[in-house]
């Protein structure tokens, strides 16, 4: 049973840091690119990052670039994403995501293989 757990999430003021991560497992999880959604009270969900298997490579939501880093370990079967400069909007829900087909560019917020419950971030102004 594949399960995606988000970790990291909570309350902080704007201009903080939070590091979010996503440990998998049921997965042969380097064969996964993987990303992480966001959505907030009353809106859609949202692409924020995503990394390619190998995590040489990653993309990023232009309002977040310049401010969040996404990595992985293959070796932990787990992702990070490190949220620096944070501002009241990025207040969501942050949902980890995985797909084995797609490549990392080509995330979309439907059609991914395998969700996380979510873990909630919240930035105080």
């Known amino acids: 049973q594949v399960q995606l757990v988000e970790s990291g999430g909570g309350l902080v003021q704007a201009g903080g840091s939070l590091r979010l991560s996503c440990a998998a497992s049921?997965?042969?999880?380097?064969?996964?690119?993987m990303g992480w959604f966001r959505q907030a009270p009353g809106q859609e969900r949202e692409f924020v990052a995503s990394?390619?298997?190998?995590?040489?490579?990653?993309n990023y939501v232009d309002s977040v670039k310049g401010r969040f880093t996404l990595s992985r370990d293959n070796g932990k079967n787990t992702i990070y994403l490190q949220m620096n400069n944070l501002k009241p909007e990025d207040t969501a829900v942050y949902y980890c995501?995985?797909?084995?087909?797609?490549?990392?560019?080509?995330?979309?917020?439907?059609?991914?293989?395998?969700w996380g419950k979510g873990t909630l971030v919240t930035v105080s102004p």
């Open positions: 990394i390619s298997r190998r995590g040489d490579n990653a």
């Open positions: 995501a995985a797909d084995q087909d797609k490549p990392y560019y080509h995330f979309a917020p439907y059609g991914m293989d395998y």
């Open positions: 049921g997965l042969s999880f380097n064969t996964y690119a």
